[in-house]
């Protein structure tokens, strides 16, 4: 089926439907109007999705269907203050600077060509239409009246007020000629008063200047009372007209609540005519794939997901939503997400607007201290060739921990460094500090917790391993209103402990342990341990686990990763719940790659909010309004609908800085983790040599001071298991362990007597969440600020 765009010229004579499928521009005359089918961006669910647009009167309207044109519009956006650009062959985008943007992909090249040109030349002739209306009312007869009152005597009333203003105006015009008169007179009279004293004629001069200052005095006094006069006026009319616009905002918001009502009872009506047949799910053409994929369509016919099922009973101002049952997390609604299908709809009013605001405050401290220029660059990374397979063939199904690898496969950061990228997307924290309801804030810190995968989607490099008794902190507390620190707590196994604390009022904790597998094709990371969030003002405790990463082609061909499983976010003040799931990648699926849905619930297993997107690139929500079960799918699992306003956007990754794939693929954040500080402590990871000398390109050095870092860790390791030995009274065992030798950076399981104690952190028993983890103790950053670091280990 050729999809074309259809040209109906109105004239007296009936209108006359010209095909247009010749490769040629449409010329339009006065009345044109343009239709035809494109594919339209809705979301990252759904692609592009085709949709019937309608242009006339330099306005560009698209609904679903043609038939829609009688009763529903599915959005307008207006060409006057529109820009109009063109991405490739196929696709071009309209936007009117933020507020409407339309991504729309033409069915070829001509096609596109021809909405193009018929878009400009619409354009065109409404920003001339615009210009001679702006001319045109410059006239006050112009003036529309006011709605609520007679038109003809609130036309009357402003134009006699404009009236009195122009003839207010004109008497300042004539007092400010008179003012500039006598004050040169004056000045005159001034300067020949001085040559009159020297010949000692003064009576007749000083007679001449009083009578001049007397009337420079008088339009002067007549100018202050005009001014005065007019201001007067002006102030007290100002007031009439804002309560007067005010008026006609409240009546144009109560006439659009009551044309949606109208437009509800429409379908309401339509749909009882018609007996509320639910219409299959072939229904909504869907395009699967990421925005700019190919689009293939035939007719009406869709290759939507059988799982995704939408009904007719309410489209026009709302979004649905299909998601199979799971009671654990739905125990009153009995669904949990699969998948999140949505168009986008009304507004939803109800939501705190100032919560979406992306402009946080300013840190205070930004009047005193200058903020410090960080860094935009590291030394690219030199091109080592290495025979992967020569190292890893023995390492198949152990422990990543103790397979000791050179610095080849490391990027120049540490695990710790790592872990504080967290902390990129820290405004959805401050967001969330600000918001009133638990359930908005949940939406919020699920966001934060997807975002903090953003920066791994290229990121293969394998961070160095931290020595045990390491740190790295994080202060940015003159830019970003928070400051962080972090250190390796745990050796056997590895573990390392996180804490970061906002002037927003929001504190952020976590400790994180990575259990990990070589499989051969892939290798797979399990971050087990617990990361918690703390509100100051509403006292919110969130807690949450960590899904897996999945590192693909260790072997052959090009290493790329993905993140799957599911995450639990609970609120243990409130019993709120959100439910993540991160979709692991399959070649055959047709659903967007990397994507996260998510369901927000309260105690009860109410669902609130909708969450969707993909952890690589950008996250929505949704307020849900209405739920209702549908059929079960083909595994069984019950289909549940949901009916939400329009998704907002809550989360974007920010971009990469340029030259990011020769850097690491670092982002703007990590490229200044390992730039040089003054002032942290002696077992910061920025002063970790191997780490230094590979940022700087010098590997061998690395390696070789990597290997000495990793054999002074095991003495002092086995110093410290020689003195717990002997406190406890085993001289056997003891000597035992004097012949006790590792061959790699981390030996076997089995650890005995070792009685380390991390500095910064003491392991605690959580009242709220009962989960046992490190808690930073105090005493870092006075330690800081006196300069005093005695306490710290000798680790480098």
Request: proline share 4%; with cysteine.
């Amino acid at each position: 089926m050729k999809f074309g765009i259809s040209k109906v010229l109105t004239s007296p004579s009936k209108p006359q439907v010209v095909m247009m499928s010749e490769p040629k521009s449409p010329t339009p005359t006065p009345g044109d109007t343009y239709k035809g089918w494109l594919f339209k961006w809705t979301n990252y669910i759904k692609g592009y999705q085709r949709r019937w647009f309608v242009l006339s009167n330099g306005l560009l309207s698209y609904y679903r269907t043609q038939a829609e044109m009688g009763h529903t519009c599915r959005g307008t956006i207006n060409l006057a203050t529109a820009n109009i650009s063109v991405e490739d062959s196929c696709n071009f985008v309209i936007s009117n600077g933020g507020a409407q943007t339309y991504h729309l992909k033409a069915s070829s090249e001509v096609e596109r060509q021809r909405w193009i040109t018929a878009l400009e030349l619409a354009k065109a002739k409404a920003v001339r239409m615009q210009t001679e209306s702006d001319d045109s009312g410059d006239d006050c007869s112009a003036l529309p009246p006011t709605s609520g009152q007679g038109g003809g005597s609130r036309n009357s009333e402003i134009q006699s007020t404009l009236r009195t203003l122009s003839s207010k105006v004109e008497d300042l015009g004539t007092c400010n000629d008179l003012i500039a008169k006598h004050g040169s007179a004056l000045q005159r009279s001034l300067s020949e008063l001085e040559g009159f004293r020297a010949a000692g004629d003064m009576s007749e001069k000083i007679r001449q200047v009083t009578e001049r200052a007397t009337l420079f005095r008088i339009t002067s006094n007549a100018m202050i009372n005009a001014c005065r006069d007019f201001f007067t006026l002006a102030q007290a009319h100002s007031k009439r007209w804002q309560k007067a616009l005010q008026a006609e905002r409240d009546q144009r918001i109560r006439l659009e609540e009551t044309l949606e009502q109208l437009a509800k009872q429409h379908n309401h009506l339509e749909r009882a005519f018609r007996g509320a047949t639910v219409l299959p799910a072939s229904l909504s053409n869907s395009a699967s794939g990421n925005k700019g994929s190919n689009v293939s369509v035939q007719g009406d016919i869709s290759d939507e997901d059988d799982e995704n099922e939408f009904f007719d009973a309410i489209e026009d101002p709302e979004e649905f939503i299909t998601v199979p049952a799971d009671p654990k997390y739905h125990r009153r609604s009995g669904s949990n997400v699969s998948a999140v299908s949505s168009e986008i709809g009304t507004e939803d009013q109800s939501f705190d607007e100032q919560s979406l605001a992306s402009n946080p405050d300013s840190p205070q401290s930004l009047d005193v201290y200058p903020v410090r220029q960080r860094r935009t660059r590291i030394p690219d990374k030199p091109n080592y060739s290495l025979n992967l397979w020569s190292i890893m063939k023995n390492c198949i199904g152990k422990e990543l921990s103790k397979i000791p690898m050179p610095v080849n496969f490391n990027e120049p950061l540490s695990m710790l460094q790592r872990l504080s990228e967290d902390l990129e997307y820290y405004e959805l924290l401050d967001k969330a500090a600000k918001c009133h309801s638990s359930l908005e804030q949940m939406c919020y810190v699920a966001a934060f917790t997807v975002s903090s995968y953003s920066t791994t989607v290229h990121r293969t490099g394998k961070p160095f391993n931290p020595l045990l008794g390491e740190t790295f902190e994080l202060d940015r507390q003159r830019e970003c209103s928070y400051r962080s620190l972090c250190e390796q707590v745990s050796h056997h196994p590895p573990a390392a402990a996180h804490h970061a604390v906002s002037e927003k009022g929001w504190t952020l904790r976590q400790e994180i342990t990575l259990a990990s597998r070589f499989r051969g094709k892939y290798l797979s990371i399990m971050p087990l341990g617990s990361i918690q969030c703390i509100f100051e003002k509403s006292n919110n405790h969130y807690s949450w686990k960590k899904v897996t990463t999945t590192v693909h082609n260790i072997i052959v061909g090009k290493l790329w990763i993905d993140q799957s499983g599911d995450i639990d976010v609970v609120n243990h003040k409130t019993g709120d719940r959100c439910h993540l799931k991160f979709a692991p990648y399959s070649y055959f699926s047709r659903d967007v790659a990397r994507k996260v849905t998510g369901v927000v619930t309260d105690k009860d297993g109410k669902a609130h909010y909708v969450l969707s997107g993909t952890w690589d690139q950008r996250m929505e929500f949704a307020k849900i309004m209405q739920s209702s079960r549908g059929e079960n799918s083909a595994e069984g699992k019950q289909r549940t609908v949901y009916q939400t306003l329009k998704a907002k956007e809550i989360w974007r990754k920010n971009t990469l800085p340029d030259g990011t794939e020769k850097m690491y693929y670092f982002s703007s954040l990590a490229l200044t983790l390992n730039e040089p500080e003054e002032g942290v402590a002696p077992t910061d990871s920025r002063r970790r040599p191997d780490q230094r000398l590979m940022e700087e390109g010098r590997w061998d050095e690395a390696n070789v001071e990597k290997q000495r870092l990793e054999e002074k860790q095991r003495s002092a390791r086995r110093e410290r298991e020689r003195e717990a030995v002997k406190a406890a009274g085993s001289p056997d065992e003891a000597d035992a362990e004097e012949t006790n030798t590792e061959t790699s950076e981390v030996s076997d399981e089995s650890v005995h007597h070792d009685n380390y104690q991390a500095l910064w952190f003491e392991k605690v028993d959580d009242p709220v969440s009962g989960e046992t983890m490190h808690v930073y103790k105090g005493g870092y950053w006075e330690a800081k600020e006196r300069g005093s670091w005695h306490m710290c280990p000798d680790i480098f």
